[in-house]
């Protein structure tokens, strides 16, 4: 994992002190809330439905042990024992009270960590594939290329103060997890002649108008990655639209510019950078990059485990959780292991701070001290050994914390929706628990195999709905909460758009449509492997549509 | 940040609600023009005494954030266009937080 040096220790220092100060003038009234939104929210602070949210950063979704204790501490003394694990991989707070939020930043920046750039109109987070590092699929380890795009775009000059938001994702496997083409660049490394490079996306986007990313580049050779990212800027920057906010995302200047001419202005950008003005990263400084996420110690084990298999063969519940929390591991006698944070009828994507401490407890025990958010809310341990796996089980599932669901129908993403945001139409939560109940017998989930559910409460889609196999958006209607279902998005190497189904629901009749959805897929699959999306690309939406309306009518 | 809301009419029973700024919790303002967190205390304002109410609300900005217009019934209850908003807003989300499942 990477590690602060000394200066990045002392500007995140500095910028907590700045914003005690910003925080000591709001409460004296010497300055108000209009003066003051801006500064919170260069520092991650929100005000929600409720209270004051603060968004915390977690790099491409990596923790160790002593963050995830930290971020335990601060949800116990800080907020209400829990905090909510976003779609950005990063964790969001939602009690937290404005004047103690110059602490909870210092406890923070103790481990490294920090606020910035976790909103406003910057380059956000940079996302991964959360298996990084550990995956078979991928073809090398995208986490020092999201350092070093992290490095580049934190307190960049230039890009802070973009048309609008920005958010860079990074891949590395063939099966794309980060979600890379609903980005506003999505990169998925590729090699060729053994060299190793970056096709580029741009212009992919959620929200009101969800737009797929244009291939703007087959392949652009590592050394060069940081010139051409900053001309893809730079030409957002200039022409990007300010007079809307609504227009003002890449997506809609792509869309407006049209693929080809965006393409060719960024690359005319990029011949006109002089020489002078290249970044050309030195090769001394990659390496020095890549270094800090040289794999662990891995020992010499053999692929299959006599210990695992005891375990499977006295444990059914054990059996089926291994079946579906697990992902192969490049190294022999290793998994990646999925902790599920989608307990059936839970919140999804929160984690108490007990089970931070638990998940803390057993990635420095078991797990070379690695741990990861996903973007699908969930958390991960990336090097378990098949050895130890039966005894990390127990652990977590005495935490509550082995829900044998990943990426099945229960495993929502849900976003936090008229329970907490100031900006919904509609709930989510309690949507996302009342389907979860129609699928809660594991036998029948396991039956219905791979299906992403994707929940928002309104049209920012921060519960990527678009993407969802199934996706379900909030609407209001004079005051009553309806939803719209949509069906065929998804959000892997194949993204596409999800079609809305038909007119809203109200919320007690979409547990029932999403049942009727399902079991019409089981009708219609040409056998048990046949996965949802893939019946639902080869017969189309209309079987859906009729089973759906002719039901309710 | 603030959702768009329905603008009232004058005689619509309505009071003031904002945000305590030092903890970020919900307060709604009493009959007589302090700030309480209990809704059970709101003050019910109408017409020119609902917009002095909201005006003294706005110069105190310092100890309160972003002051609005709440619908409410004549006796005190959240009514209107806004009404499941703000009973989330006043007696918090509508799923238990916090807990092991
Ligand atoms: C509760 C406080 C939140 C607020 C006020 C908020 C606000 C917004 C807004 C306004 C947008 C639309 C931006 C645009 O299209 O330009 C948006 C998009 C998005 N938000 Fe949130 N959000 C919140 C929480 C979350 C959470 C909890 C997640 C993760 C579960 C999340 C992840 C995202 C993502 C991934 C997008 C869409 C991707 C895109 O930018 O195109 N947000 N959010
Ligand atoms: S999708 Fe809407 S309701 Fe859900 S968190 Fe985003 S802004 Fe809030």
Redesign the interface.
């Given at each position: 994992m990477y590690r602060y040096d000394q200066f990045d220790a002392q500007i995140v220092k500095e910028r907590v002190d700045q914003f005690r100060g910003q925080v000591a003038r709001?409460?004296?009234?010497?300055i108000?809330?209009d003066e003051f939104?801006p500064l919170r929210l260069q520092n991650g602070v929100?005000?929600?439905?409720?209270?004051?949210m603060l968004r915390v950063a977690i790099p491409y979704g990596q923790l160790d042990s002593r963050k995830m204790r930290k971020l335990a501490l601060i949800a116990r003394d800080y907020d209400?024992?829990?905090g909510h694990m976003t779609t950005r991989q990063n964790i969001q707070y939602?009690?937290?009270?404005?004047?103690d939020i110059p602490d909870v930043l210092e406890h923070l920046a103790e481990v490294e960590m920090h606020a910035i750039q976790t909103s406003g109109n910057c380059i956000r987070n940079t996302t991964s594939d959360h298996f990084a590092g550990a995956t078979k699929d991928e073809i090398m380890d995208p986490r020092p290329w999201c350092e070093i795009i992290r490095q580049w775009s934190t307190f960049h000059p230039e890009f802070a103060f973009l048309p609008r938001k920005f958010k860079i994702a990074v891949t590395a496997a063939e099966h794309d997890r980060a979600a890379i083409r609903v980005h506003d660049i999505g990169l998925h490394m590729r090699e060729r002649d053994g060299e190793v490079g970056f096709e580029v996306h741009v212009g992919g986007g959620q929200g009101r108008t969800p737009h797929i990313a244009a291939k703007v580049a087959d392949f652009v050779p590592e050394a060069e990655l940081l010139d051409y990212l900053e001309a893809i800027m730079r030409v957002y920057n200039r022409f990007g639209r300010r007079d809307n906010k609504y227009k003002a995302r890449i997506k809609i200047l792509v869309s407006e510019t049209g693929e080809t001419e965006f393409t060719r202005l960024v690359e005319e950008e990029y011949a006109a950078q002089r020489e002078t003005e290249k970044i050309a990263l030195p090769q001394a400084e990659i390496d020095r990059i890549h270094a800090y996420f040289a794999p662990p110690a891995f020992a010499d084990k053999s692929a299959t485990s006599e210990a695992f298999e005891r375990a499977k063969a006295a444990d059914p519940k054990f059996a089926n959780w291994s079946e579906v929390n697990l992902h192969p591991h490049k190294v022999p006698g290793y998994t990646s292991v999925t902790i599920s944070l989608k307990?059936?009828?839970?919140?999804a994507g929160?984690a108490?701070d007990?089970?931070m401490m638990v998940m803390a407890h057993l990635a420095e025990t078991y797990g070379f001290d690695d741990i990861r958010v996903t973007h699908a809310q969930n958390v991960v341990l990336p090097h378990i050994a098949l050895d130890d796996l039966y005894t990390v089980y127990r652990e977590l599932d005495a935490?509550?914390l082995a829900t044998a669901n990943e990426s099945h129908i229960t495993d929502m993403i849900v976003c936090p929706g008229?329970?907490?945001c100031?900006?919904?139409n509609a709930?989510s939560?309690?949507v996302g628990?009342e389907i979860q109940k129609v699928f809660a017998d594991p036998a029948y989930e396991r039956d219905i195999g791979k299906l992403h559910i994707n929940i928002s409460g309104c049209i920012n889609a921060c519960g990527h709905h678009h993407v969802g196999h199934i996706g379900i958006l909030g609407v209001d209607r004079?005051?009553e909460?309806f939803y719209q279902i949509s069906l065929g998005g998804r959000a892997d190497e194949k993204a596409a758009i999800g079609d809305i189904m038909g007119k809203a629901l109200a919320s007690d009749e979409v547990p029932g449509a999403v049942k009727t959805i399902v079991d019409t897929y089981r009708d219609l699959r040409t056998n048990p492997d046949e996965k949802f999306i893939d019946t639902l690309e080869r017969v189309g939406h209309d079987p859906f549509k009729e089973a759906v309306y002719n039901a309710a009518d | 940040m603030t959702s768009v809301r329905p603008k009232l009419k004058p005689e619509t029973p309505k009071t003031i609600t904002a945000w305590d700024t030092a903890s970020g919790q919900v307060v709604w303002m009493r009959a007589d023009g302090s700030w309480s967190d209990d809704p059970t205390e709101l003050g019910v304002f109408t017409g020119a005494a609902a917009e002095d109410a909201l005006a003294k609300a706005q110069t105190q900005e310092g100890e309160i954030t972003d002051p609005y217009f709440m619908e409410v019934t004549a006796d005190g209850q959240i009514a209107g266009r806004e009404t499941l908003r703000e009973s989330i807003r006043a007696n918090g989300p509508t799923v238990p937080y916090g807990v092991i499942i």
């Open positions: 709001r409460l004296s009234g010497d108000l809330e939104k929100y005000l929600q439905l409720h209270a004051y209400r024992g829990y939602n009690w937290v009270a404005l004047k307990p059936i009828a839970g919140l929160d108490t007990a089970q935490a509550g008229l329970d907490y100031n900006l919904a709930r939560i309690p628990q004079k005051g909460e | -």
